[in-house]
């Protein structure tokens, strides 16, 4: 019996170094499919796979919010809550240069510069949750308790 080697990623490493309660979930990751995809293959609820969102407000000042998979970002409501003009998802190419990961293995851990991290706050009553784990197609299942023992988000209500 094979066992599969799970990446040693940046956010894996961080988390064991937090000493966090997690498990890592992999699954055939497909361009664009997003947490729906991700929650059919592994079987779970979308509103439990949480999205790492890297986004950046008028002077280009990144910074990650956490979303359920099964929402939106209200954008206007977030710039509000953030005291800016306004606040807009990052190229691809920026979120990479910001995080280290590349878009669809983003993971709010471990990320190769520190950055402000806001949290959807219904995130913190799900039993347990979904985070990107560094890279396509790898999931890490914890608490949500941990991610904010380790990350420390500030929580925001801006889910549409």
Known sequence: MSKEKIPSTPAILALKAKGADFSIHTYAYEEKGGTRVSSVKLGVDEHCVIKTLVMEDESAKPLIILMHGDKEVSTKALARFLGVKSIAPCKPDTAHKHTGY?????????????????????????????????ARGLLAKMPPSELVRILKPREVSVAI
């Open 102 to 134: 590349l878009v669809g293995g983003t993971s709010p851990f471990g990320t190769k510069k520190p950055l402000s991290i806001y949290m959807e706050k219904s995130i913190i009553d799900l039993q347990e949750i979904l985070i990107n784990a560094g």
